[in-house]
């Protein structure tokens, strides 16, 4: 028996010259025993979690394949079962990350959070989106929020973050929706708004009226051979004073304001907006504020949603409205402008707008008016607050 022989295990059993045995890692000494052994732990780590024996044995096909002291036919079929054990790898964590997908997604949406993430006292998890919103739907419905899952009470002190859960989805990927990339969620977003070639982008004329919109690659050809610098004085005369009606608007809100600040008497004080309920037979929430004083008077404020709407919590677009009433009496007629802000500790958006009024003891309260809130959601995080604080301001005109 010649020693390839009794290398090759000889005999009829030996089977084909060449043939690989199933299960049988390719390799030289003991790394011919690390492919069963890495099944067998493969196995028993369970479907679609990739493990160190898996890997190591996809290590070891490759180290083989790369061996120069091996016969031709044995490095290419190394090669291809070294491809064969990283798809089978890529495969299984492809698995895992899908089954992470469906553990990690929120209960309502159930989709992957986007930034801040709350649990229930059960570990149901919830994106901070939905989190306002049920907090929301709740007060608007008079009801206590309830976990979608578990059904017990959930509120802001109940329901605290979860930061492994943020820091576990924001290592996940998720596809650039431009070049269809793979990338960790905690910098997908640089990617889409910085480097991405395919994200949409805008000539750098578009302020003299350029309309194209297209990817970022294409931005250099196209702004090469753009017809918008050519333009006459005449048509970009047109377009700048449009951009200046636009630059007034904004200008005149701040030389009001400014205007205001130099008047003899100005007042302004933290105001807590606290919801009531009436005593309708469909009882509708309200807020008011308690009594306060500014400017010697005494004044209360009010607010409802969506000017009072049968279900506003059937309604996609949620709006707060407001009115300032004058409880004290006044000799002479009051004129005044005010308008509210944020107060010092809250994070909603008020663009400023100042509304104006004269009060008498016949006509002591204003109609009501907008609370210019940016949006529904910011809208949402209001009604999901135990109280609303904002900031009033007051101006007496005085002639």
């Given at each position: 028996m010649s020693g390839a022989e009794e290398a090759g295990g000889g005999g009829p059993a030996a089977g084909p010259a060449g043939a690989v045995p199933a299960g049988v890692g390719v390799g030289v000494g003991p790394g011919a025993a690390a492919g069963p052994a890495a099944a067998a732990l493969g196995e028993a780590a369970g479907p679609g979690i990739p493990d160190e024996a898996g890997l190591a044995g996809a290590r070891q096909l490759q180290e083989a394949a790369g061996d120069p002291d091996a016969p031709p036919k044995k490095r290419l079929r190394a090669a291809e079962a070294a491809e064969a054990a990283a798809a089978a790898v890529a495969a299984g964590s492809g698995k895992l990350e899908e089954r992470l997908y469906s553990v990690l997604c929120c209960t309502v949406c159930l989709d992957l959070p986007k930034a801040s993430v709350y649990q229930c006292t059960?570990?149901?998890?919830?994106?901070?989106?939905?989190?306002?919103?049920?907090?929301?739907?709740?007060?608007?419905?008079?009801?206590?929020?309830?976990?979608?899952?578990?059904?017990?009470?959930?509120?802001?002190?109940?329901?605290?973050?979860?930061?492994?859960?943020?820091?576990?989805?924001?290592?996940?990927?998720?596809?650039?929706?431009?070049?269809?990339?793979?990338?960790?969620?905690?910098?997908?977003?640089?990617?889409?708004?910085?480097?991405?070639?395919?994200?949409?982008?805008q000539c750098k004329y578009k302020r003299i009226g350029c309309p194209w919109h297209g990817p970022f690659h294409e931005l250099t050809v196209h702004e090469a051979a753009c017809a918008h610098p050519t333009k006459t004085g005449n048509e970009l005369m047109e377009i700048l004073d449009e951009m200046d009606q636009s630059h007034r608007k904004e200008m005149q809100l701040y030389n009001s304001i400014f205007s205001l600040l130099s008047f003899e008497k100005i007042g302004y004080t933290e105001v807590q907006f606290r919801p009531y309920r009436t005593d309708?037979?469909?009882?509708?929430?309200?807020?008011?504020?308690?009594?306060?004083?500014?400017?010697?008077?005494?004044?209360?404020?009010?607010?409802?949603?969506?000017?009072?709407?049968?279900?506003?919590?059937?309604?996609?677009?949620?709006?707060?409205?407001?009115?300032?009433?004058?409880?004290?009496?006044v000799t002479a007629p009051l004129e005044c402008s005010f308008l509210l802000l944020k107060g010092p500790y809250d994070d909603v958006r008020i663009s400023p707008v100042i509304y104006h009024f004269v009060f008498t003891n016949e006509s002591n309260e204003t109609d009501y008016v907008p609370l210019p809130i940016i949006?529904?959601?910011?809208?949402?995080?209001?009604?999901?607050?135990?109280?609303?604080?904002?900031?009033?301001?007051?101006?007496?005109?005085?002639?």
């Open positions: 059960n570990g149901h998890l919830m994106c901070a989106g939905c989190f306002i919103h049920l907090l929301a739907d709740a007060r608007l419905k008079e009801e206590q929020a309830t976990c979608p899952n578990c059904r017990c009470e959930i509120s802001k002190s109940l329901c605290c973050r979860n930061l492994a859960v943020e820091k576990a989805v924001s290592e996940l990927p998720s596809e650039c929706g431009f070049c269809l990339r793979q990338f960790p969620r905690s910098l997908l977003e640089r990617h889409q708004k910085e480097e991405c070639q395919d994200r949409v982008t309708d037979f469909i009882t509708r929430l309200y807020y008011e504020t308690p009594r306060f004083t500014v400017l010697n008077q005494t004044w209360v404020l009010k607010a409802r949603v969506n000017d009072s709407e049968r279900n506003p919590n059937l309604s996609c677009k949620r709006t707060l409205s407001f009115q300032l009433l004058l409880k004290s009496k949006d529904s959601v910011e809208c949402n995080k209001l009604l999901a607050a135990k109280n609303i604080n904002l900031r009033l301001f007051l101006f007496q005109i005085q002639k």
